[in-house]
């Protein structure tokens, strides 16, 4: 894969990954397929939209729903939230969390 390429791609979503993973991802790509790489970016999560589901219907577990953690959602939206705790603490790390699965994404392939 061209380097002008991975550096463009890694520009445009950075803020759609950990910010730690950044310079290990240009040696990850290089050997990857151009369109097997365009597919994966694609298919990666908005921290800020998971942001603000957290905000509006994270007491329903949507915002878990959205990260792909099927069980955690249900679980967020049988105690209402963690009676309100579970919400609040996912306001502060929903976002990383949608940043490692994009992350996870782009290590092993696996869309969410």
Do not use: H
């Amino acid at each position: 894969m061209d380097k002008n390429l991975i550096e463009q791609l890694i520009l445009f979503n950075s803020d759609k990954l950990p910010r730690e993973s950044l310079p290990y991802l240009q040696n990850m790509l290089i050997d990857m397929d151009t369109q097997i790489v365009q597919m994966r970016f694609a298919s990666f999560k908005d921290p800020m939209t998971a942001l603000l589901i957290s905000i509006f219907v994270g007491t329903f577990g949507v915002d878990r729903f959205y990260t792909g953690d099927i069980g955690l959602g249900i679980l967020k939206f049988i105690t209402c939230g963690g009676f309100g705790i579970w919400w609040l603490y996912d306001l502060f790390v929903i976002m990383d969390i949608v940043r490692k699965k994009n992350y996870q994404i782009l290590a092993s392939g696996i869309s969410y």
